[in-house]
């Protein structure tokens, strides 16, 4: 049988991450294009719940994953941040169900 790492956790959830899109590419719907592409794609393979994270102060990043159907669920304290040496963080998610 085929392993779906989707099925070890409960709700059965994915994690996408490193969502780019090229500057000359950014404003026209790339992202959400690609987010819903992801959604679909996890969706049929099970998952109830999408995860993503941005930089808190990546305010592009966080209005196109908002525009896709994400709301933030954590976002990392700066002393969490320090300790883990990168910038504070923000969780977010997006129901597929």
Same mark, same amino acid.
């Given at each position: 049988?085929?392993?779906?790492?989707?099925?070890?956790?409960?709700?059965?959830?994915?994690?996408?991450?490193?969502?780019?899109?090229?500057?000359?590419?950014?404003?026209?719907?790339?992202? =959400? +294009?690609?987010?819903?592409? !992801?959604? /679909?794609?996890?969706? @049929?393979?099970?998952? &109830?719940? *999408?995860?993503?994270?941005?930089?808190?102060?990546?305010?592009?990043?966080?209005?196109?994953?908002?525009?896709?159907?994400?709301?933030? =669920? +954590?976002?990392?304290?700066? !002393?969490? /941040?320090?300790?883990? @040496?990168?910038?504070? &963080?923000? *969780?977010?998610?997006?129901?597929?169900?």
């Amino acid at each position: 049988a085929e392993f779906n790492p989707i099925h070890i956790v409960s709700p059965p959830r994915a994690y996408a991450f490193n969502v780019c899109v090229s500057p000359e590419s950014r404003g026209i719907g790339v992202a =959400e +294009a690609l987010l819903n592409a !992801a959604k /679909a794609h996890v969706a @049929a393979k099970g998952a &109830r719940v *999408l995860y993503v994270h941005c930089e808190r102060d990546n305010a592009a990043a966080k209005s196109a994953y908002e525009k896709a159907g994400f709301r933030i =669920e +954590a976002e990392e304290s700066d !002393a969490d /941040a320090a300790a883990l @040496a990168h910038t504070p &963080r923000i *969780l977010l998610l997006c129901d597929l169900a």
